[in-house]
């Protein structure tokens, strides 16, 4: 399942390329091992419970949010779940994927 359009009743559906993204926007961030992120930054993202930590760069995008740039394209980035980020086994921060 690519996208729910709600208004329409439609469910998209895609080939498992489509479920492809290297980037994402994370909302309501709560830093953690850092006081702001003032420039970007080099971290380890994890994008549901059972994924493993993928390298990518944070970046500020306004009050609270945060674009995260993978290295690799990451499979299924789904808006609603949470985000967290590492660098190495500290944890700097999360937000809500939205």
């Excluded at 930590?53 to 299924?76: H, K, L």
């Excluded at 949470?82 to 999360?94: F, P, Q, S």
Aim: avoid cysteine; glycine fraction near 10%.
């Amino acid at each position: 399942m690519i996208e729910i359009r709600g208004d329409k009743r439609q469910v998209v559906v895609g080939t498992g390329e489509d479920l492809l993204s290297r980037t994402l926007r994370a909302t309501r961030v709560n830093w953690i091992a850092i006081d702001d992120l003032r420039e970007p930054m080099r971290v380890q993202a994890k994008i549901r419970h059972r994924h493993e930590p993928a390298n990518a760069t944070i970046e500020n995008s306004g009050d609270d949010t945060v674009v995260v740039t993978f290295d690799e394209p990451q499979r299924a980035i789904t808006p609603g779940q949470a985000v967290v980020l590492y660098d190495g086994d500290v944890v700097v921060g999360g937000g809500w994927i939205s």
